[in-house]
């Protein structure tokens, strides 16, 4: 029988078990922090050479220069003829719904004139050049592939510079085949903190981009954190979480599975049920029990139960919610009859997949939006990966004659008042009486 904590909110500690139950911090120690540190510092110093020897390493490699861990473009293009009629079509269907979807979140540029013709508004414009890291350790993800790259390509980023390791040389077909399908430009075969490096800084081969998304382990996640700055980021991602809000009218098997999904990517992941229906939570317990054994990952899952999930009873729905808003998960499910109903009540989630319908699955791979999302209750002020992250925004600001004169007013007053005298003395001159 799997370990599952269970929790009621009737409970007069619930608020501080609840506390306890979604704490997480990385285990970033001293060591992590030193060693990458290092990379950072040999990659910034040495380019390359650098790489190369850590990739040797770190990846159980044996190459003697950059050259070999260079994947040219006709590599990708084979990978997309090696794959089998059924996943080459999985992934362009994948690719197209996702392109489609984000090309709703493009910004364009805009501007209005004031009555004394003064010109005011933002011009938007897309990075140079960006850098995706695709994690290639304990499992492949082409899907991380397209949910990086094609928001990229939407807002006009001109190049895209992907890494992705290849732990003893061997490389995953399906990952090429997505960069292939997702249009990237470059791609290494390099991965840990040293591509997180050769990304910020630069190397001979490895060209310097203006932000790097994509998650990673513990090292890539700390390296990221490092050079934030110098390069943009996205996130610093955590373990991957699942929240299911369940009326207890789904079939309890559809949310055990559902649950399983998110806790066999990584013994941390967190899947969590919140449920008005004590009886319902049994049923998922039972279902959990009965179905454990059938998954390939069960180790892991059953990790993953032990140490993070929960099984939740709370009094109503409108708890439930409050719970869910507490949480901020990085994937809720409203599997209830009426999910319009709820959403509007929820302040704080990545990705809210809404219905008895709607596994999370089909949002990890073809539903449209992204699957790179917020975690460890950073939906409280973050949003998922978008075109809007690939775009950047500069005020637009033309006086007219009249303009700079009414302003140039405004602004010495305010300048003078801070003792900026040659800030107020730059207004004044194009102040006409």
């Not at 390791?165 to 249009?183: I, Q, R």
């Not at 649950?259 to 449920?275: G, K, N």
């Not at 791979?365 to 460890?376: E, I, K, M, R």
């Amino acid at each position: 029988m799997a370990a599952i904590t269970r929790l009621d909110s009737r409970q007069a500690d619930f608020d501080a078990a609840l506390a306890r139950l979604i704490a997480w911090e990385a285990v970033s120690d001293e060591k992590v922090q030193s060693t990458v540190r290092e990379i950072l510092h040999a990659v910034r110093s040495r380019g390359d050479a650098a790489v190369v020897e850590y990739t040797n390493r770190f990846d159980r490699m044996s190459v003697a220069s950059m050259a070999e861990l260079t994947i040219p473009a006709a590599r990708l293009q084979e990978a997309l003829q090696r794959i089998s009629p059924e996943q080459r079509q999985a992934l362009e269907i994948s690719a197209q719904r996702v392109r489609s979807y984000h090309e709703h979140q493009k910004s364009e540029s805009w501007s209005y004139v004031e009555a004394d013709g003064t010109l005011l508004g933002q011009q938007v414009t897309p990075l140079d050049r960006a850098g995706l890291y695709v994690p290639g350790g304990k499992a492949a993800y082409p899907s991380s592939v397209l949910m990086n790259a094609i928001p990229a390509k939407v807002a006009g980023v001109a190049e895209l510079v992907m890494v992705v390791p290849t732990p003893g040389g061997e490389m995953n077909e399906l990952v090429l085949a997505a960069a292939a399908v997702a249009g990237v430009d470059k791609v290494f075969a390099v991965g840990g903190a040293q591509a997180v490096a050769a990304m910020a800084y630069g190397t001979e081969s490895v060209p310097q981009v203006d932000k790097i998304v994509g998650p990673g382990n513990i090292f890539v996640a700390t390296a990221k954190g490092m050079v934030f700055g110098t390069v943009g980021i996205d996130m610093i991602a955590g373990p991957s979480e699942i929240l299911v809000i369940c009326d207890g009218e789904t079939d309890a098997d559809w949310i055990a599975m559902d649950l399983f999904s998110q806790a066999e990517h990584d013994q941390d992941a967190q899947p969590i049920l919140v449920t008005p229906d004590a009886a319902f939570a049994d049923a998922v317990a039972a279902a959990i029990d009965r179905l454990l054994p059938t998954m390939e990952r069960s180790e892991i899952i059953e990790r993953s139960l032990a140490d993070r999930a929960a099984l939740i009873v709370v009094r109503d729905m409108e708890e439930a919610i409050a719970v869910a808003n507490t949480i901020a998960p990085e994937h809720l499910e409203l599997s209830v009859a009426d999910p319009q109903a709820l959403v509007g009540k929820i302040r704080h989630a990545g990705a809210i997949f809404m219905g008895r319908y709607t596994a999370e699955a089909v949002g990890d791979y073809c539903a449209g939006p992204n699957h790179v999302l917020p975690t460890s209750r950073t939906a409280r002020f973050s949003s998922p990966l978008g075109v809007y992250d690939f775009q950047k925004r500069s005020s637009l600001i033309m006086c007219s004659a009249a303009g700079a004169s009414s302003l140039g007013r405004t602004a010495s007053v305010l300048a003078r008042g801070e003792g900026l005298t040659a800030h107020a003395r730059s207004a004044e001159y194009r102040i006409t009486e």
